[in-house]
């Protein structure tokens, strides 16, 4: 199963450019607006779940942001964003595992998911999120972006879950606690719309 996951990302990555894919964002404006407003130190540590290719890492450089790591399952997105960063891709530190199966070996001040969490549709595989990310947030924060009620159901051909603020909690409670939360319209390039609840947790049992 997990071996045709791998495969299912690499053959997206290996045959699509940016442009084909629905969550590509010029700007990742509101990842970066939440991870701001955290107030974190710039030389904090940053991991990126299900980074590969995505902006983010390019503008967190950008804005001086200096210990950064980058987990994506496909080696080819990551690949992607390596060649794309040039010199500067040799500031980051990258990861190709499946979430599921990361074991952290530091801890992270800010952990950002932007469209991974909403493909984990079991109790089980939401409950192990839970304790990777518990293992690997140091009294900081953990920033979700995932679909919302009105998102869709479906992405890149896989079933997802989706949330309103309150299920999404409950699945951290007793671990997270959200600071805020809001919900946003991402449109992808091709001029369609998905609909994304983005909150910010702390940290609560360290």
Known sequence: MKDNLKAHWENIYGTSSPEQLSWTEQKPAHSLALIQDTNTAKDSAIIDIGGGDSLLVDYLL???????????ISAKAIEKAQKRLGAKSEQVTWLVVDILDFTPERQYAIW???????????????????????????KGHMILGTFSLSGPQKCSGLP?????????????K???AVQTHYYATHITPFQTNQDFLFADFIIINN
């Open 112 to 138: 950002h998911d932007r469209a991974v969490f909403h493909f984990l549709i079991t109790a089980e595989q939401k409950a192990q999120y839970k304790r990777i990310a518990e293992n690997a947030v140091a």
């Open 174 to 176: 007793d671990s997270f």
């Open 160 to 172: 997802v879950s989706q949330y309103d603020m309150t299920a999404l909690a409950d699945v951290f």
């Open 62 to 72: 950008l804005e001086g942001y200096s210990d950064i790591t980058v987990l994506d």
